[in-house]
Structures are given as C-alpha cells and as structure tokens.
C-alpha cells in the first residue's frame, strides 16, 4: 500500500463565501422592506386625509336601486311577471299592428302551423279566413 489518496475520494473545496457578504444582503433586504412600508404608509395616510370631507356611505339597508340596476331581494314578491302574463296572452290575440298598411297579427299557436303547413307542402298560402276554412273550437286550420 502506498501513502498516496486513492483518487475515487472527492474532496471539498473551501467555500469562498464569506459571512460578511451574507450579512450585508440581508441587511439590503430589511431595509428595503422597511421603506416600501413607510411609503405604503404614507399613501394611505395621504389617501385618508383626501377622503375626509367625503360623506360616509348610506347604513343597511341601501337603496333598491343602483343606477339602472334593480336590487330586488330572492324571498321578495316575484316582479314583472304581470308584464309576462300580458305578453303571454298577446301571442293568443288577434289584432292590428299596422291597420293603415294591413300588417295584422295572430294567435302564435295558428301563425306556427301555417308555416309548417306551408314547408310540408311547398307552397305559401295566405292566412286569410276567405279562403282557409277554419274547424272552430280546437283552432286546427281546415284540412
């Protein structure tokens, strides 16, 4: 056996970092942290005194209304559902939209059967009482 170090043994260079340059970068850090906070500070003080003379919002409960937004509570009574209703019963009305021109409007129910007659058929009729016989009650178009 020889004196000599097998060369399979890895060996540990001596650190170059020394404790006084890890010292100095933590100490940067901590006093950068400090002056973000003072500046923070300082805007939100600056920002308090601005908001002084503002008067303080409304107490619970606010306004049911916000701009055009309506605030409504869920457990409330349900609205516009007589404007629905209304609607609803127009769709199931004969009437006139524009008399001077002729333009007139009917039941949905009708108009929609019309149309599908007409696809099935490949033709276009007119939905004149004149010349569709109509079977009354049920408002089934004549067949």
Do not use: N
């Not at 097998?6 to 942290?33: D, K, M, N």
């Not at 019963?89 to 524009?98: E, F, I, P, S, T």
Request: charged letters at 25%; a negative charge.
């Amino acid at each position: 056996m020889s004196d000599e170090t097998p060369s399979h043994v890895v060996r540990q260079e001596p650190e170059g970092l020394h404790g006084g340059l890890v010292f100095t970068v933590i100490a940067v850090a901590i006093v950068i942290t400090v002056l973000c906070i003072v500046v923070v500070a300082v805007m939100l003080h600056a920002q308090e005194a601005a908001l002084a003379g503002v008067p303080a919002p409304p107490a619970y409960p606010a306004a049911r209304t916000i701009g055009k937004i309506e605030q409504t509570p869920s457990d409330g009574p349900p609205r516009g559902l007589e404007k629905v209703e209304a609607e609803k019963r127009a769709l199931g009305q004969y009437g006139w939209v524009d008399r001077r021109r002729g333009i007139a409007q009917i039941p949905i129910d009708r108009a929609m059967r019309w149309f599908v007659d007409d696809e099935t058929h490949g033709r276009v009729r007119t939905p004149d009482f004149a010349t569709t016989a109509d079977a009354g009650v049920d408002g089934e178009v004549g067949r």
